[in-house]
């Protein structure tokens, strides 16, 4: 059984990776262990990541197979994040620990838009297809978006905000479309893919 350590800002982080996580391990035929280590926002849980990179490089005992760390592109961009999260876990491992293999997640600019890019899969969900979300990295946006989707299908209010939702959307979802809708989806599911393949 593989070892993947996760770290992100938040539930909503951990429920989407996880469930895609957890659907491409079951395709590729690969058996894991998912480890959600962080869920605190923002330089918060790149400082707690700083922390655990430094206890593994130290003490060399519990090293994952996979490290995949998830931080929102937000305002500053795909590109911008995503070399701000390589640096910290290159900085910190250089030298160290073996083969820890790596994937940075940066949904861009949020991942929420994630699970509003197969209409088709929301429908089967929700009971109601949604919108095609556009670009907009206002904070809020896609929450709201998503928000709104659960209602106009007429379900409760969610008391997680839809992320409730995540884990069957991810299931019903056509990846391949999602693929095409969102570069920064792609190249995790990509990352990810080419992982599990050698792990088969």
């Excluded at 929102?72 to 961009?77: L, V």
């Excluded at 106009?152 to 991810?170: M, N, Q, T, W, Y």
């Excluded at 299931?171 to 893919?193: G, L, T």
Aim: aromatic share 8%.
């Amino acid at each position: 059984m593989r070892k993947i350590i996760f770290f992100g800002e938040d539930n909503a982080h951990r429920k989407v990776i996880g469930a895609l996580i957890f659907r491409l391990a079951q395709e590729e035929g690969a058996v894991i262990k998912f480890v959600s280590e962080c869920e605190i926002g923002g330089s918060v849980a790149e400082n707690i990541l700083k922390i655990y990179l430094r206890d593994v490089k130290k003490y060399r005992r519990d090293i994952p197979d996979l490290l995949v760390v998830v931080r929102d592109a937000n305002r500053r961009g795909y590109s911008v994040r995503y070399r701000e999260i390589e640096n910290i876990v290159k900085n910190e491992l250089k030298e160290s620990t073996g083969n820890i293999e790596r994937v940075i997640a940066i949904p861009d600019p949020h991942i929420e838009r994630w699970l509003l890019l197969d209409s088709e899969a929301f429908r089967i969900v929700v009971g109601r297809g949604c919108k095609a979300p556009k670009y907009n990295n206002d904070k809020g946006y896609y929450k709201k978006l998503l928000l709104d989707a659960i209602l106009e299908a007429g379900k409760p209010p969610p008391s997680l905000g839809g992320i409730e939702f995540a884990e069957d959307i991810v299931n019903a979802m056509d990846i391949q479309r999602a693929m095409r809708a969102d570069a920064s989806f792609k190249k995790f599911v990509e990352d990810i893919r080419r992982i599990l393949k050698q792990w088969k």
